[in-house]
């Protein structure tokens, strides 16, 4: 009996899943008219086809494991078909598959496709999810020290990929920060119909990017202020800066050189375990023995001019968005002395516009009503604004 082939796309998070599961989902049936079956509810499917974020279309059931999910699926296709899954949380539960294969290996031709990033990029961006959805407020070294700067992601990417050699398992493995804008399309590619991609819908889509060094200056602050009493605050803030300026330049977090080299150190092992799966030098991670620690970085006037801009439009967005937020949400209580602070430190921002410079010196009025030095400054923001 022929084997059925199964592709499993296996993320791992923060590598452009939310863009490959949209992709799949809008050519769910292109997919199928060319032999692959995408199996996904309808309603997960218009939503991944909007580019919402979704858990693709496979979900972890502890009452049943993977293998037995997987066969049950090529059971219920016709012969003629392949398979297809796409799901972050494959990622955690690939390796107990694979340590089974004398279960499916008669019946499925598995192909597992993984994709992997840069060390630092990894961190940075599972720290700024935290700062956009969880409410984190510690600095990013301190972020790391508390996970003594392991990477857990590149630790079980280099255990799967250890149980694939083992098990001779069919793989492809891609580096994500080389490949950031053709994700999706490497992945048709691989499975063999690259012809049905959507290029014209995902090409060139930014669905969820990454913060500035400034912006996330911001978010902490802010979390580090409002979270407690409004913990949607930073999640408010991060959607309008990926859905209004989309195409911001996102940087990786700030790390000490020490701090920098202990992250090296401490995730070498695993860096280069995952190395070996990447055969083209280009594509391979940096790791203790390839990164540069240098120091200085290259001046680049140019660069640091379209920074700057997008530092003034982040920094007005932000602080928009912000009084926004606190106008329609009422608080339980009045603000902090500590918040009435920052808010008259935010408005006095060269970047802030007259209009905006006004609305947040009258919500830190509101709680500060005996301010005499505020009322002079909302007075004179007044008086500027009206004379624009």
């Not at 050519?27 to 580019?51: T, V």
């Not at 800066?241 to 150190?265: D, F, G």
Request: one cysteine or more; hydrophobic letters at 35%; glycine letters at 2%.
């Amino acid at each position: 009996m022929a084997r059925k082939k199964l592709f499993l796309h296996i993320g791992h998070g923060k590598t452009g899943t939310t863009a490959v599961q949209s992709a799949l989902a809008i050519a769910s049936a292109d997919l199928n008219s060319q032999g692959i079956y995408y199996p996904i509810d309808k309603n997960e499917q218009q939503k991944a086809a909007n580019f919402a974020i979704t858990s693709g279309n496979w979900k972890h059931n502890p009452e049943q494991k993977l293998s037995e999910q997987c066969l049950e699926l090529a059971q219920s296709i016709p012969p003629s078909k392949s398979l297809a899954l796409s799901s972050e949380s494959l990622f955690w539960h690939i390796q107990e598959m694979i340590e089974c294969k004398k279960e499916w290996e008669d019946h499925l031709e598995i192909h597992v496709i993984l994709a992997v990033r840069e060390l630092e990029e990894m961190l940075s961006s599972e720290y700024q999810q935290r700062v956009k959805r969880h409410g984190e407020k510690r600095p990013f070294e301190q972020f790391l020290r508390s996970r003594q700067f392991i990477s857990s992601h590149h630790r079980k990417a280099a255990e799967v990929l250890q149980a694939i050699t083992k098990h001779k398992i069919s793989n492809t493995v891609i580096n994500y920060s080389n490949h950031k804008r053709d994700i999706s399309q490497l992945i048709f590619q691989i499975m063999g119909v690259e012809s049905i991609y959507p290029r014209q819908q995902i090409d060139n889509l930014v669905i969820n990017r990454s913060l500035s060094q400034k912006e996330l200056q911001y978010l902490t602050m802010i979390n580090s202020l409002y979270y407690d009493q409004f913990p949607w605050i930073s999640a408010r803030l991060s959607d309008a800066l990926a859905q209004q300026l989309p195409n911001v330049e996102s940087q990786k977090c700030r790390i000490s050189s020490a701090s920098r080299r202990k992250l090296y150190e401490k995730n070498n092992d695993y860096l280069q375990a995952i190395n070996q799966h990447l055969e083209e030098a280009n594509e391979q991670l940096p790791d203790l023995h390839t990164a540069n620690f240098s120091k200085e970085s290259p001046n680049d006037p140019k660069r640091n001019q379209k920074i700057r801009t997008e530092e003034d439009l982040s920094t007005e967005l932000i602080s928009r968005t912000l009084l926004e937020a606190l106008r329609s949400e009422p608080a339980k209580k009045k603000l902090s002395n500590e918040t009435v602070d920052e808010l008259i430190k935010i408005s006095q921002s060269d970047t802030i516009t007259p209009n905006t410079q006004v609305e947040l010196l009258e919500v830190a009025k509101l709680n500060r009503p005996q301010g005499q030095r505020l009322s002079q400054l909302l007075e004179r923001a007044r008086i500027r604004n009206q004379q624009l």
